[in-house]
T-cell receptor, first 114, second 119 residues
Framework: DTEVTQTPKHLVMGMTNKKSLKCEQH?????MYWYKQKAKKPPELMFV???????INESVPSRFSPECPNSSLLNLHLHALQPEDSALYLC?????????????FGPGTRLTVT | AQKITQTQPGMFVQEKEAVTLDCTYD???????LFWYKQPSSGEMIFLIY??????QNATEGRYSLNFQKARKSANLVISASQLGDSAMYFC????????????????FGGGTRVLVKP
């Protein structure tokens, strides 16, 4: 099973709302990632978790708060977002070590901030 | 500095013909991996093929093959016998060996090439 699932598929939220994106994988991967992708652009890395610990934060604004409750789950908590945060948010997972391992991506959550 | 460059923003290909998507990269690290992903309009990134920097042979996966020219730092994707379902955005990506233990591995993407297969 090489599936990464993400919920919800679509999310519309106001600038004062608090919402969460969820990601799950059951491949035994110990690295999990959040990417942000604007239209017609490549994905941009936001966060990397390695063995449930945050290992990379690409200077993401604090209105995005990641959480890794266990090795299979990854959340992204959203609060006080701006309209420019509207994008496709992709979750991915991979073997933790080694540059030879591909990342498996979920289908993404299309976020619209109004 | 741009690490991954895809110079073709978009291209058309006739169904059943082959198409080559260009990718050049820049790294001083001897250990790295190169990946190609397909992204249909639905949004999901689909892994296609992988080439390691130490691999002696070009990678192949079904209709996908990777033309790896290490000295030129290029890793072009060849799709043979194009199908209508191949219409999508294609991203080349590179992953360098992590410098720090448990640092995770950053995947750096090129700008992408949009392919449209014509019947």
């Amino acid at each position: 099973d090489t599936e990464v699932t993400q919920t919800p598929k679509h999310l519309v939220m106001g600038m004062t709302n608090k919402k969460s994106l969820k990601c799950e994988q059951h491949m035994g991967h110990r690295a999990m990632y959040w990417y942000k992708q604007k239209a017609k652009k490549p994905p941009e890395l936001m966060f990397v978790y390695s063995y449930e610990k945050l290992s990379i934060n690409e200077s993401v604004p604090s209105r995005f708060s990641p959480e890794c409750p266990n090795s299979s789950l990854l959340n992204l908590h959203l609060h006080a977002l701006q309209p420019e945060d509207s994008a496709l948010y992709l979750c991915a997972s991979s073997q933790e070590r080694g540059y030879t391992y591909e990342q498996y991506f979920g289908p993404g959550t299309r976020l619209t901030v109004t | 500095a741009q690490k991954i460059t895809q110079t073709q923003p978009g291209m058309f290909v006739q169904e059943k013909e082959a198409v080559t998507l260009d990718c050049t990269y820049d790294t001083s690290d001897p250990s790295y991996g190169l990946f190609w992903y397909k992204q249909p309009s639905s949004g999901e990134m689909i892994f296609l093929i992988y080439q390691g920097s130490y691999d002696q042979q070009n990678a192949t996966e079904g209709r996908y093959s990777l033309n790896f020219q290490k000295a030129r730092k290029s890793a072009n994707l060849v799709i043979s016998a194009s199908q209508l379902g191949d219409s999508a955005m294609y991203f080349c990506a590179m992953r360098e060996a992590p410098k720090l233990k448990a640092a995770g591995n950053k995947l750096t993407f090129g700008g992408g090439t949009r392919v449209l297969v014509k019947p």
